[in-house]
T-cell receptor
């Protein structure tokens, strides 16, 4: 069974600081997605990465997929209070894209 | 364009009872997946429905069952509720089972079993 690990589990920072959260797997990802979940809401898709070494930017968020496709990182520049939430990575369990497996998430708190 | 709609938003049930949760997928989506999210954890995959059939199933007992209707909406049924079934139940829709374009999640149903 492929397991996803995310670190850190919790992160509390001041507004304006930079941060990086990580997602790691024991096996090679077929594809990886990052989601953000706010309290009382469902996860919202941020990005999908497929190719090893791929880097995608979404405003202040930078997503990187490891060359070996076993790890990924999310970097936030100049964090804002609106970035607060649970950041989840998810990957397909098999090559047919079925059965997404989620990591446990990183809970980020950005303080004013 | 409506997203994924789940009902009810909150529910309180007693141990041993049965519950039915409902989900309407995003317009244009034909696949519905259900997840259980315990407090402080990531979502756990329950099962996926496509063309009115269960296509994939996670590690959940037979007490968890589902259905998909011709209009692609779906129900999740849980029988003989246990205290440990208390969680946020999320419905996610996608176009096709691969979900390669990502899943669209509803806001979930918060189930509390007392």
């Amino acid at each position: 069974t492929q397991l996803l690990e995310q670190s850190p589990q919790f992160l509390s920072i001041q507004e304006g600081e930079n941060l990086t959260v990580y997602c790691n797997s024991s096996s090679v990802f077929s594809s990886l997605q990052w989601y953000r979940q706010e309290p009382g809401e469902g996860p919202v898709l941020l990005v999908t990465v497929v190719t090893g070494g791929e880097v995608k930017k979404l405003k202040r968020l930078t997503f990187q997929f490891g060359d070996a496709r076993k790890d990924s990182s999310l970097h936030i520049t100049a964090a804002q209070t609106g970035d607060t939430g649970l950041y989840l990575c998810a990957e397909t369990l098999d090559n047919y894209g079925q059965n997404f497996v989620f990591g446990p998430g990183t809970r980020l708190s950005v303080l004013p | 364009d409506a997203g994924v709609t789940q009902s009810p938003t909150h529910l309180i049930k007693t141990r041993g009872q049965q519950v039915t949760l409902r989900c309407s997928p995003k317009s244009g989506h034909d696949t519905v997946s259900w997840y259980q999210q315990a407090l402080g954890q990531g979502p756990q995959f329950i099962f996926q429905y496509y063309e009115e059939e269960e296509r994939q199933r996670g590690n959940f007992p037979d007490r968890f069952s589902g259905h998909q209707f011709p209009n692609y909406s779906s129900e999740l049924n849980v029988n003989a509720l246990l205290l440990g079934d208390s969680a946020l139940y999320l419905c996610a829709s996608s176009l096709g089972t691969r979900g390669s374009s990502g899943y669209t999640f509803g806001s979930g149903t918060r189930l509390t079993v007392v």
